[in-house]
């Protein structure tokens, strides 16, 4: 697991007083950083080698200005040339959000993906989510 603790800023709330539901997709992709640099590891966008194929969000309970949110990250699937990053969102001991990112290693000049390489494969087993399927 890559964990992180954030501190919400208050511009990301809402009308309804908690943090807004657009937020919470910008924090994950940040807290990804990580698994970027496994691929690029000076986030130079010109030898970028990744792409993103799907994400979602599911909520499950409100989030607030006040407090820090811990920002967990794994390995949820690996396969030939793409990967699964599971991600959850946690406030007072609380599982407030999670998603899953579909990311894909990719040949920008090919336009085409290719294989995951066996060394990132290997830091990638050591991040894999110990629970069952989301």
């Not at 030898?47 to 407090?67: K, M, N, P, T």
């Not at 991600?87 to 336009?111: N, Y």
Request: charged share 25%.
């Amino acid at each position: 697991m890559i964990s992180e603790t954030i501190k919400p800023r208050f511009l990301e709330t809402d009308a309804l007083g908690h943090i807004n539901n657009t937020v919470v997709p910008g924090w994950f992709e940040g807290a990804r950083d990580p698994v970027f640099r496994w691929f690029t590891p000076d986030l130079d966008v010109k030898r970028w080698r990744l792409i993103l194929a799907r994400f979602d969000v599911s909520f499950h309970g409100e989030l607030y200005y006040e407090y820090p949110v811990e920002l967990r990250c794994y390995i949820g699937r690996i396969g030939n040339s793409s990967f699964d990053v599971y991600q959850e969102a946690w406030q007072h001991g609380e599982k407030c959000a999670s998603g899953t990112s579909v990311l894909v290693h990719f040949d920008h000049q090919r336009k085409a993906s290719i294989p995951i390489p066996e060394d990132i494969r290997q830091l990638m087993l050591q991040h894999l989510y110990p629970g069952e399927a989301r």
